[in-house]
Every structure is written in structure tokens, then in C-alpha cells.
């Protein structure tokens, strides 16, 4: 064989395989925590994909190792631990720092606010991406999008709701804004990590609970002390997984590790939604025709006064301080157009599937 054709096979084969980090330098070594049990379906396995992916798009370069909620710091103290130098991410979800700025809940969920495809967009494509990056520039924090579960369950009871006066006095762990909404109407609401709802359940510390949606309520065993599965899910319509990253340890990396995480954050928002997506398609069936779940849908004075109550607080939380107020101004122009838009083309031919399919 031809010596020039067997070099040059050999580099070829070369370059097939993966480049080892710049000869002499080291690797970047960043510390993700993350508010979720380790390797729970969905928020937990695409935290680790997501550190996997980035340390492979960069062939090691960049060296991401993953703490679950309680590993480091616990899941409450995550963003703390990026803003304190304990950890340089953390993968979580906004309604968690409402008690830090009251701004974020625009970037998490709003209750009957928009969708997963609608914040997506307008984080994207609206402006919402920089608001978002003001909103968490006094923490020293970058935020990306990576993903959403889509709309969320109700909830578990114990006992069925059929009327406003059943959540009065209701002990409800719910997050984010839809808490000051069941607040208003009588009930107690308690924000728990995701590990500890089923516990909480089972002692009887809350009454109620809302996780996310059927995969992830099948895999945490809510059914187990809870039959009630009340929809909808009106307080996390399109709820929001984020990916927090420190000013300073991103301003240290060269651009093309900066570039590869803003990239990989984009295909994580693809991935975690279209994981939800299937997934709680096929966990719904199950747990209905398996562990006898019993589907309701709250009755008419409830939605009416979930309805007239979130309106309330969501322009309430629009007049809070200046930066809401900036804020709103972009995401509540956008929602009425997305509602309009829906209306004609999601919500029509959803209705109209449904009719068909029967």
C-alpha cells in the first residue's frame, strides 16, 4: 500500500475520534447542585444529562460534576450556594426564590399564564430572555431556559372538591404564585422540596399536594396516599426548568465553553420537554386503570374564583416595584395575544381532536 495512503487513512481515522483538551492546559472544573433528588425521572435525569452533554460537547474541557438537593447544600440553598462560590450551577426552577425578587415569577409560571411553546417563545424571541438576565443580575447570575414540563397536575386530595368552602383551612403544598392565589381563598399553603411531598403527604403535614404532572407524581408514590386528581393545573401552565450560572465563573471561560453552554441549554429546553411530554402521556393511563386514581376537574366556583383571584394577584405583582412593573409591561401584552391566538389554532383543533378521537 501506498506509504502517502496509509498516513493519510491514519489521520483521517484521527480525526474520527474525540479531541482531548488543549495539550498542557487544564480542564475547567464547574460544580452543578441542583433542587432535585438524584436521578428523579424528568427534573433530576435531565439535570444530569445536561452536565453529562456539556462536558462531552466540550471534550472535557469543561468538567461539570453534579450534586442532588442535600449532596452539597440543600435543594432550598442552591442558588445561595452559586451566589457564594459553593457551587458554579445550579439546575432548579424559579417559583423556588420568589423570596428573593418577586420578578421571577414571570420566568417560572404564572397562573393561567403561558404555556411551555408560549414562554419559550417569548423568553426567545419577546425580550424575556434579557428581562430575565436583569432580574438576576444582583445575585451575580446568568439564567438559561432548559426546558418545561408542560401543564402541570392540580393536585392530590384526599377528599374530593366540590365546592369553594372545601379550601378553607386546606393545608396545600403548591409552589409559586398559585400559593398567594390559594392563600386568598382560605387555604394554607407549605412549599416542601419534591423529595419531601410524598412524607409530607403520608404524616399528614399537608393535606393536599401538587408536584408536577403524572410521570413524576407515579414515580413519587402520591397515589399511594392520595386518590383525588384535580385539574387543572391552573397555578403552572407552562413551568420553567432554568440552569443558574455565576457571573464570574462565566466571565473566566473563553468564549466557545460560554457559546457551549448557551447551546446546550437550547437543546436541554428541547429535550426536557419533549421527555415530559411522552412521559406523562404514558404514565396517565396507568394510574388510573392501575392504581385506581380518580380523575376530577374542579368544580365551576372554584375556577371562577381561581380565575378572578390570579388576575388579582398578577396585577398586583405587576405594580410591586419598578421592575415588575417593567416587566409586565412585556409579558402581559403577550399573554392576551397568545390567549387570542390559542383560541383559534391550540385550543380549537385540541377541542375538535378530541370530538373526533372521542
Do not use: C
Not at 245 to 259: F, I, K, Q, T, Y
Amino acid at each position: 500500500m501506498d506509504r502517502r495512503m496509509l498516513l493519510g487513512g491514519a489521520v483521517a481515522g484521527a480525526s474520527l475520534l474525540p479531541a482531548p483538551a488543549v495539550l498542557g492546559q487544564a480542564p475547567v472544573r464547574m460544580r452543578m447542585v441542583t433542587t432535585w433528588p438524584r436521578n428523579a425521572p424528568g427534573v433530576g435525569t435531565n439535570a444530569q444529562w445536561l452536565a453529562d452533554r456539556l462536558t462531552r460537547v466540550t471534550d472535557g474541557r469543561l468538567e461539570i460534576e453534579l450534586f442532588a438537593a442535600g449532596e452539597l447544600v440543600p435543594a432550598f440553598e442552591a442558588l445561595d450556594a452559586v451566589q457564594q462560590g459553593v457551587a458554579e450551577m445550579a439546575h432548579s426552577a424559579p417559583f423556588f426564590w420568589l423570596g428573593k425578587s418577586e420578578a421571577l415569577n414571570y420566568f417560572g409560571s404564572i397562573p393561567f399564564g403561558l404555556t411551555a411553546s408560549e414562554i419559550a417563545g417569548w423568553l426567545e424571541f419577546g425580550g424575556g430572555q434579557a428581562l430575565w438576565d436583569e432580574a438576576m443580575a444582583p445575585f451575580g447570575i446568568k439564567p438559561y431556559f432548559v426546558g418545561s414540563s408542560g401543564v402541570s397536575a392540580g393536585g392530590w386530595f384526599r377528599e374530593p372538591v366540590e365546592s369553594l368552602a372545601d379550601l378553607e383551612g386546606l393545608k396545600f403544598r403548591i409552589a409559586g404564585l398559585g400559593a398567594e392565589v390559594m392563600r386568598r381563598l382560605g387555604a394554607t399553603p407549605v412549599l416542601t422540596p419534591p423529595s419531601d411531598v410524598f412524607a409530607a403527604m403520608a404524616a399528614g403535614t399537608v393535606d393536599a399536594a401538587e408536584l408536577i404532572g403524572p410521570w413524576n407524581d407515579q414515580a413519587f408514590g402520591l397515589y399511594r396516599v392520595a386518590k383525588y386528581y384535580v385539574q387543572p393545573g391552573f397555578h403552572e401552565v407552562g413551568p420553567t426548568a432554568e440552569l443558574l450560572v455565576s457571573r464570574a465563573a462565566l466571565d473566566g471561560l473563553p468564549e466557545d465553553l460560554r457559546l457551549a453552554i448557551e447551546t446546550t441549554a437550547l437543546a436541554s429546553a428541547m429535550r426536557y420537554h419533549a421527555d415530559y411530554t411522552f412521559h406523562n402521556v404514558m404514565a396517565l393511563q396507568p394510574l388510573v386503570e392501575d392504581h385506581g386514581v380518580l380523575l376530577r376537574v374542579y368544580p365551576d366556583d372554584v375556577i371562577e374564583a381561581l380565575g378572578r383571584t390570579s388576575l388579582e394577584v398578577l396585577d398586583e405583582l405587576g405594580e410591586a416595584n419598578a421592575l415588575t412593573r417593567k416587566i409586565h409591561r412585556s409579558y402581559r401584552p403577550f399573554l392576551e395575544r397568545a390567549n387570542t391566538y390559542s383560541q383559534w389554532f391550540t385550543g380549537l383543533i385540541l377541542t375538535t381532536r378530541a370530538g373526533v378521537l372521542g
